[in-house]
């Protein structure tokens, strides 16, 4: 089944403890996406990647880091996370050329993040 | 710069009314896509449509219609004969096709409840 994953779905952490919400996607696409969602806020991009080796910033970067080592991950890292980071984010990704081709994006379910 | 206005927070309505989503946006470039996700209360993102800059026709997929308007920026959505399952947050969303570039804006969302 095509699919983006993500893991953990939910998880409740302290301020400052480094952590790393992983991303997969199964359908050979190049470009890959991490969001969070705020009420009243929508979705806000905080990286993407066009294809291995290749990520850039999206409208709310600061306090993480990416990678895209291999195709089909693309991690999420918080180096020392704070409760304004307490958010849903999702994880999408998106054929070839992803957003420049109006591609839609397929989204993995979230995960939950809560910082105390 | 992109942006995308979507100025119903939260709209309830009689199951089996018509409602219109209204989706504004702002973009200088002359070729950009805007789309339209569903997240019903079980969280998951799901795509509805795509429209891109040079196709204005409006399109109906059985009660879902969209009405796209260049000389208004805007790109409303329809739901005719409300059912309960219509319940969700609706975000629409624009990205600019610039190679370069592969950012998408999304609204902040409309709430929208069916009620029975």
């Known amino acids: 089944e095509a699919q983006v994953t993500q893991n953990p779905r939910y998880l409740i952490t302290v301020t400052g403890k480094k952590l790393t919400v992983t991303c997969s996607q199964n359908m050979n696409h190049e470009y890959m996406s991490w969001y969070r969602q705020d009420p009243g806020l929508g979705l806000r991009q905080i990286y993407y990647s066009m294809n291995v080796e290749v990520t850039d910033k999206g409208d709310v970067p600061e306090g993480y880091k990416v990678s895209r080592k291999e195709k089909r991950n693309f991690p999420l890292i918080l180096e020392s996370p704070s409760p304004n980071q307490t958010s849903l984010y999702f994880c999408?990704?998106?054929?070839?050329?992803?957003?420049?081709?109006?591609?839609?994006?397929?989204f993995g379910p979230g995960t939950r993040l809560t910082v105390l | 710069a992109q942006k995308v206005t979507q100025a119903q927070t939260e709209i309830s309505v009689v199951e089996k009314e018509d409602v219109t989503l209204d989706c504004v946006y702002e973009?200088?470039?002359?070729?950009?896509?805007l789309f339209w996700y569903k997240q019903p209360p079980s969280g998951e993102l799901v795509f509805l449509i795509r429209?891109?800059?040079?196709?204005?026709q409006n399109e109906i997929s059985g009660r879902y219609s969209w009405n796209f308007q260049k000389s208004t920026s805007s790109f409303n959505f329809t739901i005719t004969a409300s059912q309960v399952v219509d319940s969700a947050v609706y975000f629409c969303a624009l990205s600019e096709a610039r190679s370069s570039a592969s950012k998408i804006i999304f609204g902040s969302g409309t709430r929208l409840s069916i009620r029975p």
């Open positions: 429209r891109n800059s040079f196709d204005e």
């Open positions: 999408a990704s998106s054929p070839t050329s992803g957003l420049a081709r109006g591609n839609e994006q397929f």
């Open positions: 973009t200088r470039d002359t070729t950009y896509y």
